[in-house]
């Protein structure tokens, strides 16, 4: 059953969630700074030393940041909610505070292929989460703003997220060399969901 209040306050607990997940993203590199300055390290040498650890924040940063707009912009279309809902949100946010974890793991052990595909699993979780939100709110109509229901290509573009980081997951596996460059699969997405409009039409 749809609960007819407005959605707000899952928005604003979200988006507190996520604000602490990607500010605990840089503490690593906070820690880093005493520990290279005992070891003699000079400044300079405590960014060129430790650029896994940068790669690693600046690549959740910019997950995390894309997975929260696309989530941010969904709720635009909701105006209720439902138990189902808020499981699909609960387990999206799961992966957003679980994904400092592997982000730790990428400064640590680089390309290695548990961490690589630990990693990418982690972002294709949220991403069928989401495509888990789009689906409830599409079945009951009771969810879904009058006004503004969801538009008709955000699922489509979902699923096609889902399959390419299926993909990129396979052969980060498969592959280790390829490991965390198999994610650039992702700007494939727009070719294909054009090409589906376009063989639905």
Known sequence: MAIPRDPDRL?????AVVAIAITLLVLPLVDVVPQAAQNGLSATEVVTEHQPEIFGFLLSFAVIC???LVHHDFFRHVRAYSRP???CN???L???????FPTEMVGVYGGDRFTAGFYIATILLAVLFQTGLELVVRADP???????PPPPGS??????AAALLAVA???AVAFPLLNYWTMLLLFLSPTIEKAWHRHRG
């Open 11 to 15: 928005v604003f607990f979200t988006d």
């Open 66 to 68: 894309r997975l929260w």
């Open 85 to 87: 809902l808020i499981m």
């Open 90 to 92: 609960v387990g999206w």
């Open 94 to 100: 799961l992966t957003i505070i679980v994904l400092p």
């Open 142 to 148: 009771e969810l879904a703003s009058k006004t503004a």
């Open 155 to 160: 699922l489509p573009g979902s699923v096609t």
């Open 169 to 171: 997951l396979v052969l």
